[in-house]
């Protein structure tokens, strides 16, 4: 079995700074900025994954709605009864 490998200098586990009691900091201000950035720039496309998400299911929803009544207006004229003077030639 391998000997545990240590973490490098340059690894995100090393780089960051644990302050008791609080959360966990970057030692580098840059870094701190451009890790906010993209959690920042996640977010967004969530919240945009989740508006085109919702807005699929509303016009799904309304898709269905008038095949709904599409079914129901033809039902209704398919059992109608029919009168001899309006049957084609």
Same mark, same amino acid.
């Given at each position: ?31 701190? #900025? $451009?890790?906010?950035? %993209?959690?920042?720039? /996640?977010? &967004?496309?969530? !919240? ?5 998400? *919702?807005? @699929?299911?509303?016009?799904? #929803? $309304?898709?269905?709605? %008038?095949?709904?009544? /599409?079914? &129901?207006?033809? !039902? ?5 009864? *029919?009168? @001899?003077?309006?049957?084609? #030639?």
């Amino acid at each position: 079995m391998p000997a545990p490998r240590k973490p490098s200098p340059s690894s995100p586990a090393t780089s960051r700074r644990v302050t008791p009691g609080g959360p966990a900091t970057l030692k580098n201000p840059a870094l701190a #900025a $451009r890790v906010r950035q %993209l959690a920042a720039q /996640a977010e &967004h496309r969530r !919240a945009i994954a989740e508006f085109r998400a *919702r807005r @699929a299911a509303d016009q799904q #929803a $309304r898709t269905d709605a %008038l095949l709904v009544e /599409a079914i &129901h207006a033809l !039902a209704s004229l398919l059992s109608a009864p *029919r009168n @001899a003077g309006n049957r084609p #030639a």
